[in-house]
């Protein structure tokens, strides 16, 4: 609905242009004209912005994807020209063979997940887990033998990194003002991804401290009935000044998220009960919740939870790894800019 709205209102836009306008035609960059009433190019973009802004977050992993998998070739051929071997010969020292499943790791697979093979026989099962666990052994092999092979010979990737302006707006902050990376979340409080993704998050925080900020904007999904009370209730919190003591509060309780468990949640976190249910009974943090809602659609956010680090964006309950990949290298550019700047001349 919130996107049929906001189609609409572009429509009222163009409509209520002034007639010159209308009448100008090629002179506004149209894309079409509907009797008389152009349709300019900019307002066919907005119209479209959050699949647009999607696909080019795919685009950037498709490209990414590839890059890796042509300097971990470069490396390879680097390597096996130094031992004085062919890359498909070191490509089975080095990988294949310490890729290998035996037959015994693939019964315990199967007897750990049985319920996953469903009317599958051990006999049929193993042939199966035997080539796709050694599959997926090879991808991680291969991947930490380029990470290996990057220390001996140096590679500068150049791709510059998909970025979106994220706007953190009215956001809650937590972190340093002035940290050289900021983490926008977008994220839904009824969402089990969103629970599983927080050892990552506070990890995070753990090894990165200062050099890490936090922003959270609130995006619930249509299908999480109670997820928008609950970004409601933090904002509440927020208004005496405990954002993010109801905001870990409620990742903790998980499910419980009622206006009842709301409430509950408030007085343990120590705030003033009768301020707390005037402010949630009332809604009026709903407009906050809607807010950031649609900041993120027109951001290509579609699920949470959804982060952006330095705009830089990551989806899902990513592990830590994947974090800390994107914020190492946030981190290299801020060195590598101050750096610069305090040997210009």
């Known amino acids: 609905m919130r996107l049929r709205l906001g189609l609409a209102a572009l429509i009222a836009t163009v409509l209520s242009g002034p ?7 090629g002179e506004t960059g149209a894309v079409a004209i509907v009797d008389g009433t152009p349709i300019p190019s900019d307002v066919l973009d907005a119209a479209i912005q959050g699949q647009l802004m999607e696909l080019r977050m795919r685009e950037d992993q498709l490209r990414r ?5 042509l300097i971990a070739t470069v490396l390879v051929q680097r390597e096996a020209e130094a031992r ?10 080095e990988i294949t063979d310490k890729a290998q499943v035996s037959p015994e790791e693939a019964r315990s697979f199967y007897e ?18 035997v080539e796709g666990l050694g599959r997926q052994r090879q991808r991680e092999r291969r991947a930490a033998l380029a990470q290996e092979l990057s220390a001996k010979y140096p590679v500068e990737v150049l791709l510059e990194p998909f970025r979106v302006a994220v706007d953190t707006g009215e956001a809650p902050l937590r972190g340093r003002p002035d940290a050289p990376v900021t983490i926008v979340e977008f994220s839904d409080f009824q969402c089990p991804f969103c629970v599983r993704a927080r050892p990552a998050v506070n990890r995070v925080r753990q090894v990165y401290g200062d050099d890490v900020r936090f922003a959270f904007r609130h995006f619930p999904l249509s299908f999480h009935d109670q997820a928008p009370k609950a970004g409601e ?20 309780s998980a499910g419980q998220l009622q206006p009842a468990d709301l409430k509950e ?46 705009g830089r964006p990551l989806t899902g309950a990513q592990p830590f790894e994947a974090f ?21 001349p």
């Open 19 to 25: 007639a010159v306008a209308r009448a100008a035609g």
């Open 65 to 69: 994807g590839a890059l890796e998998e």
């Open 84 to 93: 004085g071997l062919s890359a498909d010969e070191l490509t089975r020292i």
């Open 112 to 129: 750990a997940n049985r319920a996953r093979f469903g009317t599958t026989t051990e006999a049929e099962a193993i042939p199966q887990i």
């Open 233 to 252: 209730a933090v904002a509440c919190a927020g208004e005496q000044g405990k954002f993010w003591e109801m905001h870990d509060r409620l990742w903790e």
């Open 265 to 310: 949640h408030a007085a343990a976190v120590g705030l003033d009960a009768g301020a707390f249910a005037q402010c949630l009974d009332s809604s009026r943090n709903a407009a906050v919740v809607e807010r950031d809602t649609e900041a993120g659609a027109r951001l290509g956010v579609s699920g949470t939870p959804a982060f952006f680090i330095n």
């Open 324 to 344: 800390a990949q994107v914020i190492e290298e946030e981190l290299a550019l801020a060195r590598r800019a101050t750096t610069e700047v305090a040997t210009a």
